[in-house]
Each structure stands twice: as structure tokens, then as C-alpha cells.
């Protein structure tokens, strides 16, 4: 077994007023060349916007982009027709393929919105670009990793152009959970959204992460009630 940690207090940080942004990976004017990416798994950002503020029309491609709410909501517009809220609750995913622009925004006026945004490398290029987006609160099963993401579209939750596989859960002080690995050639990247918890002999609290390389299973302990996210990606070029 390999393992990276990142620490909350290592990550990129900006503050733009409007804007309060971490990131664990290289993003923007953050860079640092140990921690360009995590296999597939490209950016990890931890993103706070202020009310009635956001990030104007602007391109992408050749990226799989998923947004998770954690506190608030957030408006969507693109140019594939798509426009509405994504909820506290919510996850969204667009294919940004051979082309798309959107916005994102602050759908309150009178409080912050918090939100995850992921950038997942695709394993197919110049896609048509695509959006989805679902409540993942009806998912949610107390104490076991329950599945928002996959690869398949007739999977629970939403899908992308990529061989991984996203779970959250919601652990009770004293509680574990195990997750089993979908490919030999994968890893996993847990995000500790809220609270403490034990893995692999580590302790990880609030907004560290840890990519884990050359495992087949994992086994997470809650030292407290905590939040967690863990993606699945593929880290080497088999897939």
C-alpha cells in the first residue's frame, strides 16, 4: 500500500472577497508539482461564495466536473440549455466533452454557499457535452459508504466518462464502514468533508484527504460523527 496525505492546513488557498477557495491540487495560481493529481482525479477544490456572487460564463472541455453543495445553493446556466439550482443535497455532473460555458452562482441572498467542485480526466475525448444532476439525500444510508457516481448510467446515481466510482457516508461516533475497490489498477482519494476519523493508521479531521494506491479494500473508524466523500479512480493508464 502507497499513501499521500493532505492535510487542511497544506492545501492552496485564495481569498477574493467574494470568493474563499482551497485547493488540494494545482489550480489556478496555486501550483506545486507533487500534487498536480491523484490519477485520474485532476482538481479537488473546497469553494465558499457570497451571496449573490459567482463565476461568470467561461469554457471548459475535455473534463468530467462534478459540483456537490454542502451548505447552500448554487445556480447553473450553460450553453447546452440548462439552467436551474443546485441544491444543498444535490449532486451535479456535466461532461464538458468537445466544448460547453457556463455560470456558476450564488443562488442565496442572504447567506454563503459552500460547495466541492471535482475535475475527474475522461477516458473518451471530444464527447458531446452532457449534464445531470440528482438529489443524493434518498441515497444516503447511515453508517455504510452508499454510491453517487459511476461509470454506468443504469447505476445508482449520476455518471461519467471515467472507470471510477464516488461514495459518501455519514459515520456515527464509534462506527466504521469498508469500501472494496472496483479495479487492481485503482486507488482511492478520501475527503474528510466533517468530523474525525481513523484509516490505514492515520487519524484525518475536517478537509484533510488521503489517496491510498496499491490496496484492495479499505476500512474507515468515525472517532466522532463525520461527513466523508471517496472517489475511486484509476491511477494507472490500463483503463
Known amino acids: ?35 498536480l493529481q491523484f490519477g485520474a482525479l485532476r482538481v ?25 453543495p454542502l451548505f447552500g445553493d448554487l445556480e447553473h446556466k450553460d450553453s447546452i440549455g440548462n439552467e436551474g439550482v443546485i441544491k444543498e443535497g444535490d449532486v451535479q455532473v456535466m461532461s464538458a466533452g468537445k466544448g460547453i460555458f457556463h455560470s456558476e452562482k450564488n443562488h442565496n441572498r442572504d447567506k454563503e454557499v459552500k460547495f466541492l467542485q ?3 480526466l475522461p477516458n473518451k475525448q471530444d464527447v458531446e457535452p452532457r449534464y445531470d444532476q440528482i438529489s443524493i439525500r434518498e441515497l444516503s444510508v447511515p453508517n455504510q459508504f452508499y454510491q453517487i457516481l459511476s461509470p454506468n448510467s443504469e447505476d445508482q446515481g449520476v455518471w461519467i466518462h471515467q472507470y471510477a466510482w464516488f461514495f459518501m457516508a455519514d459515520l456515527e461516533a464509534g462506527k466504521s464502514a469498508s469500501y472494496k475497490l472496483n479495479g487492481d489498477h485503482h486507488g482511492v482519494y478520501l475527503f474528510v468533508i466533517e468530523g474525525q476519523v481513523k484509516l490505514v493508521g492515520e487519524v484525518l479531521n475536517k478537509r484533510d484527504g488521503i489517496g491510498l494506491r496499491e490496496i484492495e479494500s479499505v476500512t474507515v473508524e468515525a472517532s466522532e460523527d463525520s461527513c466523508l466523500l471517496l472517489m475511486e479512480v484509476p491511477v494507472s493508464k490500463k483503463d
Open 44 to 68: 479537488l477544490n473546497d469553494d465558499s461564495v457570497q451571496p449573490g456572487m459567482g463565476f461568470g460564463k467561461h469554457p471548459h472541455d475535455n473534463m468530467e466536473i462534478i459540483t456537490i
Open 1 to 35: 500500500m502507497k499513501k499521500t496525505i493532505h492535510r487542511n492546513d497544506t492545501r492552496g488557498h485564495a481569498a477574493h472577497g467574494w470568493l474563499d477557495t482551497c485547493h488540494t491540487f494545482s489550480f489556478a495560481n496555486y501550483y506545486d508539482p507533487e500534487r
Open 118 to 120: 471535482i475535475w475527474v
